[in-house]
C-alpha cells in the first residue's frame, strides 16, 4: 500500500494477493474516502460459489489487474466473479449496470489494516433461514450492525423470526443424508449421519461434541483459508470419508477430484480443493487424518444454513484465532458464539 499527493488530492493504494500469489490486484482512493464501507453478503450465490456462510466485498474504483491468471464465473445475469485459477481465491467481481461497471473487491484479501474498513452491515440475511453468521456478528468494536433482508437499506430489516429461505435451495427428500454442491452444480455429493462411533481426537482435542448422530463443525480464520478462499472466516465440518458418496452413488475418491474440482496444496501436507467453474471451496483433507474430509459449509443445501440438525458447532473458541487479521471482526464472532447467541434461532 502507498500513499500519494497529487493536485492537492490525497490517495492510498492497496493491493490485494491470493495465497499462491498467481493473482494480484491493486486500487486507488482517495484517503478522504476512508475508510471503505464493507457489507457481509449472506446471499445464496455467495454461499454457493464460495462455500462460506458469508462474504465480505467493498465496492472499488476500477482495479489495476492482469485477468490472464483468473477465472470468470457468470453467477448471474449482471455479475462476473473471477477467482484465481490456481488455488481458488475469490478476488474480484464486477455488476454490468447499464453501461457502467461496478467493481468490488473481497476486503479479506486486501493488505490492509482493519481500522481501513468501515463494517457497515449484513445483506441478504434472508437467504439463511437461521441468520447465519448475521446473528453472530451484531456488533463488532461497539457498532450495531443492520441486518438487512436483502439490500441494505432497500429492504426490510431482516428479524430471527422471519424464516423465509433461499428459492433456490432443494430440500433432500432423505432425512439421513445430507445434500451439498456448488452454485454451478459442477460439484455435488451427500453426506450420511455419523454412527455414533466415530472419532475426532485429531480436531477436538477437548472432546466437546456431545450429540453423536451430528457432525462437529467449527469457524476457521486461519490465514491459509483467508487467502486461498478470499474470506475472514471459513465453516467447515469433519465427515468422515467413508460417510460420502457423489451424485452417482461412488464413493468419495482418494485424490477429491470429481465432477468440476481442482487440486490446490496450500502446504506439503494439506490437500484442498475447489470448483474449476464457479470457485467454490470444497474441502481440505490434511496428511495427519486422511480418514476425515473437511467440508466446506456453505456447499450444504439446508433450511438453515447453519444446519444444526446435522451439525454441532464448537463455540468456546475458534480455529487458528491469532492469525485473524481483523480482530475485532473475530471478537464479535467469538462473542456471539461463547453468548449463546448461535441457539437464538435454533
Given at each position: 500500500?502507498?500513499?500519494?499527493?497529487?493536485?492537492?488530492?490525497?490517495?492510498?493504494?492497496?493491493?490485494?494477493?491470493?495465497?499462491?500469489?498467481?493473482?494480484?490486484?491493486?486500487?486507488?482512493?482517495?484517503?478522504?474516502?476512508?475508510?471503505?464501507?464493507v457489507h457481509f453478503c449472506h446471499c445464496g450465490i455467495c454461499r454457493r460459489s464460495t462455500g462460506t456462510l458469508c462474504t465480505a466485498g467493498a465496492v472499488?474504483?476500477?482495479?489495476?489487474?492482469?485477468?490472464?491468471?483468473l477465472t470468470a464465473y457468470h453467477s448471474s445475469e449482471q455479475l462476473t466473479r473471477w477467482f484465481c485459477s490456481t488455488c481458488g481465491a475469490h478476488l474480484l467481481g464486477a455488476i454490468q449496470l447499464a453501461d457502467a461497471?461496478?467493481?468490488?473487491?473481497?476486503?479479506?484479501?486486501?493488505?490492509?489494516?482493519?481500522?481501513?474498513?468501515?463494517?457497515?452491515?449484513?445483506?441478504?440475511?434472508?437467504?439463511?433461514?437461521?441468520g447465519g453468521?448475521?446473528?453472530?456478528?451484531?456488533?463488532?468494536?461497539?457498532?450495531e450492525l443492520g441486518l438487512w433482508d436483502t439490500w441494505s437499506g432497500k429492504s426490510a430489516p431482516w428479524h430471527p423470526s422471519e424464516r423465509h429461505v433461499d428459492a433456490k435451495a432443494v430440500a433432500t427428500p432423505e432425512l439421513d443424508r445430507l445434500y451439498a454442491h456448488c452454485h454451478c452444480g459442477g460439484i455435488e455429493f451427500g453426506v450420511s449421519r455419523p454412527?455414533?462411533?466415530?472419532?475426532?481426537?485429531?480436531?477436538?482435542?477437548?472432546?466437546?461434541?456431545k450429540h453423536k448422530d451430528k457432525w462437529l463443525a467449527i469457524h476457521d480464520v486461519c490465514t491459509s483459508c483467508r487467502l486461498t478462499i478470499s474470506t475472514f472466516v471459513i465453516s467447515w465440518f469433519f465427515p468422515s470419508r467413508?460417510?460420502?458418496?457423489?451424485?452417482?452413488?461412488?464413493?468419495?475418491?482418494?485424490?477429491?477430484?470429481?465432477?468440476?474440482?481442482?487440486?490446490?496444496?496450500?502446504?506439503?501436507?494439506?490437500?484442498?480443493?475447489?470448483?474449476?467453474?464457479?470457485?467454490?471451496?470444497?474441502?481440505?483433507?490434511c496428511d495427519e487424518r486422511p480418514h476425515v474430509v473437511d467440508v466446506a459449509v456453505g456447499l450444504l443445501d439446508t433450511g438453515d444454513v447453519r444446519a444444526k440438525d446435522w451439525l454441532e458447532w464448537r463455540t468456546y473458541k475458534l480455529a487458528w484465532e491469532d492469525d485473524a487479521v481483523w480482530k475485532n471482526v473475530r471478537d464479535a464472532l467469538k462473542s456471539g458464539l461463547s453468548s449463546g447467541l448461535d441457539m437464538a434461532s435454533g
Open positions: 500500500m502507498s500513499f500519494v499527493q497529487e493536485a492537492s488530492v490525497a490517495t492510498r493504494t492497496f493491493h490485494a494477493r491470493c495465497h499462491c500469489r498467481a493473482s494480484t490486484l491493486s486500487f486507488t482512493v482517495p484517503t478522504s474516502s476512508l475508510p471503505i464501507p472499488i474504483p476500477e482495479p489495476v489487474v492482469d485477468l490472464s491468471s461497471a461496478h467493481w468490488f473487491v473481497s476486503a479479506p484479501s486486501v493488505d490492509a489494516e482493519e481500522e481501513v474498513w468501515d463494517f457497515a452491515g449484513h445483506v441478504f440475511v434472508g437467504s439463511t433461514g437461521d453468521l448475521a446473528t453472530l456478528m451484531r456488533r463488532i468494536d461497539g457498532k454412527t455414533g462411533d466415530e472419532t475426532f481426537t485429531e480436531i477436538d482435542e477437548d472432546n466437546v461434541r467413508s460417510h460420502i458418496t457423489l451424485a452417482d452413488g461412488s464413493p468419495y475418491p482418494a485424490d477429491g477430484i470429481f465432477g468440476t474440482a481442482k487440486a490446490y496444496r496450500s502446504s506439503p501436507d494439506v490437500h484442498r480443493t475447489f470448483c474449476g467453474k464457479c470457485g467454490a471451496a470444497v474441502s481440505y483433507v
